[in-house]
């Protein structure tokens, strides 16, 4: 009896161990490529992508490979701090990659990507002159603007009217009815648009004075939240929300009768996620294909339309969705994009503004 | 334990009502979130905190969304071949321990515990040093590496501990009646201490699939796993498929389990052998 239990257990193991082997060899086959096949892929049978999460609809994917026959493997990452750790292990093999503004100066500056052949580039013409030349890669040498979006309030318009300044985040009237973004540079930047000033103002005066109003700020505030901001608001936890419009775009399509997206007239912030290619990325070729390929209009449309973030590519606009161009929250008016600032590397002062934060978070 | 029981019994309805209202108060604890994300897997709704009605769309868009099927696909992959290395690996380093004494062995028993106390982060962090060192691409291949070198110690910690509890007699006895080195192994040993092994192989098992540090930091080009894909879809906001996804996970881990525990019932006989 025992015996036979003792058989039966064996037996088990070694059956999960054969479907573990069998599930290992089929993995072998369309994972990674081994280093053994360096040099064959080198003429141009692959592309690796690194991409952020929902940033690319796999039909866009599947017509290239379709065109050019190129196997196209892609990756997800939540953050461009997990960009920046894949790119110096200098181990990663990715060719694709779409860091956001900031993080842009620092891959160029760090020799991290490679310089663009813009004479192999068809589309060029494409792209909205107003995303173009920014200061984290001027003359765009490196990158190129692939989706951008803004930074907002979402709020319950049946609980607090309609709202047009980021002065409501500061009404003691919502307090315990407000959420902030966890982010520094993102709070600063309220209370700084509120005076009147730069989200990238570097005076220790004004950034004091801004640090004193925030501070006073934290006795209105529910929380400080960055990831799940538009739920929060949708469930009716809190009633204004700072946060991107993207996530928050969503909830007002869910709820159009309840809830609604604001860039505030002092203006807010813009973030602009560039397509690169790696300094040690070996299908660069691909790579800047794709770049052209995701440049053509109807290629564009298609990926607006699929991942409702704006996009740079001006004849692309024609082909996109109407409820999606004419979505103010996702494509905003030309006067809310000029008043709208890009958050920039601030060097040293930053020190002085995670001492600030530290102060208002733990008060 | 009767020694226990009849201290306790002239308030013993009170406390079994008190205790009984505690394992709820527990059970509630540790089950409502899990019983939330289940529930709102069939919620018709984008946002996953508001209810506003009963679907099985999400089940229908997971089979459908490539990236969390391939996520799957490579937690599998990874959490099998992990657990089938480590338990091999880890069992024999388990039984060397018991058995023998060599030279760095008390080295040996001390490093095996450094894995459970070092944060993870550091062992990414080392792990993903080490193969740029080693200028090994990341992959499927430095993922199953790496969750090798930190999961041994589980299996080798957990066998060791049922070795330890092994009446050594009971292989003497084999090998007095003429059992080889092998035979008494699979014989007496392996059935004995297999209750170790294959708890050892589920700790594994699990602590594989759901890791997100240590994969973090070695995951390269085709090896996203299930967990980073969720976390990374924080972006754009989880949506119910990543419940969707989380209660055929908890399904599939509690059919792992009730096939365990039966395996476990049926050694309740080997484990009587033992004790008499």
Sequence with gaps: MNRVAVHRILYLC??????????????????????????????????????????LPQEV???????????????????????????????????????????TRILIGEKLIQPLDKSKLSHLGNLDPRFLDKPYDRGNAYTLPYLWGT????????????????????????????????????????????MGRSIN??????????????????????????????????????????????????????????????????GGTIWIDNVAIPAKARHAANALAFIDYVMEPEVNARIVNGVHYASANLPARKLIKPEILGDRAIFPDDATIARCELIEDLGDTTTLLDRYWTEIKSQ | MTDHQRRLRPSFSRQRALLTAHSWAVYLFLYAPIAILV???????RQTAIWTGFTFDWYAHLLENELILRAVKNSLVVATTTTVVTTLAGTMVALALARFRFLGRAATQAALYLPVIVPEVVIGAALLTFFGVARLRLGLGTVVVAHVAFCISYVAIVVRARLAGLDRSLEEAAADLGAGAWDAFRRVTLPLILPGVVAGALLVFTVSIDDYVVTSFVAGVGSTTLPLQIYSMLKVGVTPEVNAVSTLLLLATVVLIAVAQRLQGRQGGLSGVEET
């Design chain 2, 39 to 45: 529930v709102y897997s069939f919620n018709e709704g």
């Design chain 1, 14 to 55: 070694t059956l999960l161990a054969a479907f573990a082997a069998m599930l290992l060899s089929c993995g072998k086959e369309g994972g990674s490529a081994p280093a053994g096949e360096a040099a064959k892929a080198k003429s141009g049978g692959e592309l690796n992508i690194y991409i952020w999460s929902a940033y």
């Design chain 1, 61 to 103: 994917i599947d017509e290239f490979t379709r065109r050019t026959g190129v196997e196209v493997h892609y990756d997800v990452y939540d953050s461009n701090e997990a960009l920046l750790e894949k790119l110096q292990s200098g181990v990663a093999d990715y060719d694709l990659v779409v860091p956001s503004d900031y993080l």
């Design chain 1, 201 to 266: 103002e570097r005076d220790p005066a004004v950034l004091g004075r801004a640090a004193e109003m925030l501070k006073k700020q934290k006795a209105l505030v529910a929380t400080y939240n960055s990831g799940d901001f538009a739920n929060i608001l949708a469930a009716g936890d809190v009633d204004l929300a700072q946060g991107y419009n993207g996530q928050l775009a969503e909830a007002v399509q869910e709820h159009p009768e309840r809830l609604a997206y604001v860039v505030p007239k002092e």
């Design chain 1, 151 to 194: 930074t907002g309030i979402g709020y319950d318009k049946t609980k607090v009217g309609t709202v047009d300044s980021w002065a409501a985040l500061f009404d003691p009237r919502h307090k315990g009815r407000i959420l902030m973004l966890d982010d520094v540079r993102e709070v600063f930047g309220v209370a700084l648009r509120s």
